[in-house]
């Protein structure tokens, strides 16, 4: 049977919803197509070029610098930032995502580990000069997105930059997800806690916002 690259998301994501649990359907659908028996819908052999486009004009030389990836999959922006010159940390709540990457980047410089995003680790706090979110947090069911979206922000350091990149939705729209686009106001609540917004830019060809904030430097 052929395979369908939306469909194995949706399936998977309405299993794991029905059984109130938000997230578990990640390591499903990695450990699916480790198997041959899914398609990772995000999987795809270079960078995302609005995260290139956006580093090229804003983000400068990451030498000296930490980097945080958020829900990495097979790695292909954390390996750009590295490149760039960011000690680049990435995670994946899926460990099969992450034994995947590994494999696929033996020498990788960038230190990939499974974590979750709804509860990270205590020490990323204010942690990372530049944090890149792409596309993950429109992949959770608005139930958790608050926290998710707070702890993304939390991880910003003093200085630091955060990059955002999602789907657009219009506000009130019902979405029949995965994924669950953000809307405006969803995008502006990035910016809270000390995080303002330096730029929100929205692209009508691929319906997605790219959004950058920066928290203040410490003093």
Known sequence: MALNRDADASRLAAESLAQDDPT??????YAEAAAGDAIVPWDRDEPNPMVVEWAERRA???AGRRALVIGCGYGQDAEYIARIGFATTAFDISPTAIAEVRQRFPESA???VVADL???PAAWRDAFDLVVESI???SMPVSVRDIAIANIRRAVAPGGQLIVIAGIAAEGEEVNGPPWPLTRSEINSFAAEGIRT???ETNHETQRWRAEFTRSAAG
């Open 24 to 29: 578990g359907w990640f390591e499903q659908l």
């Open 198 to 200: 330096v730029d929100i």
């Open 118 to 120: 709804l509860d990270p």
């Open 136 to 138: 993950t947090v429109q």
């Open 110 to 112: 960038v230190e990939y």
């Open 60 to 62: 400068g030389d990451g």
